[in-house]
């Protein structure tokens, strides 16, 4: 699918709003972003459809209020990939994502990042707007 210039913004604020979610600054639940049967596959982490997504978020949050830490997801390098493996009518997309992370009060001393993966976000446009199928990481850093 080659997508227009309204897809790809359509496309990218998904994808925006899906790392505000994991940074908690977000007003949308970030399973909400994904399909009924959707994945957030991070490394040898797997959580599949509504409530295990919901549970991922839910405990993400939790242990950030417990340990007082707070991360930013900087997402970069974003585009299109050829669609091989893409159910129809969906895109893949790939981004370099930089992670800050850190403990305590803000503002916090910023330091290296913590982390950078490779990303990728296959997307499927639905009645309700874009969606994720599936988001998967890769850390490289």
């Not at 990218?12 to 959707?38: M, N, P, S, Y």
């Not at 997309?93 to 950078?116: C, K, Q, Y």
Request: proline content about 3%; glycine content about 8%; some cysteine.
């Amino acid at each position: 699918m080659i997508m227009t210039v309204q897809q790809f913004h359509e496309v990218q604020d998904l994808i925006l709003r899906f790392w505000a979610c994991v940074d908690e600054i977000a007003e949308i639940e970030g399973a909400a972003l994904f399909t009924a049967k959707g994945a957030l596959v991070i490394e040898t982490f797997r959580a599949e459809g509504q409530e295990a997504l919901t549970r991922y978020f839910t405990a993400r949050r939790t242990l950030s209020v417990e340990r007082q830490r707070s991360t930013r997801h900087l997402c970069t390098n974003l585009r299109q990939l050829p669609r091989a493996g893409v159910r129809e009518g969906g895109v893949r997309m790939v981004a370099t994502i930089t992670v800050f992370s850190g403990t305590g009060p803000r503002p916090i001393a910023l330091g290296a990042p913590s982390s950078l993966a490779d990303f990728t976000f296959d997307c499927v446009e639905t009645g309700q707007g874009w969606k994720f199928t599936c988001v998967s990481g890769a850390l490289i850093f």
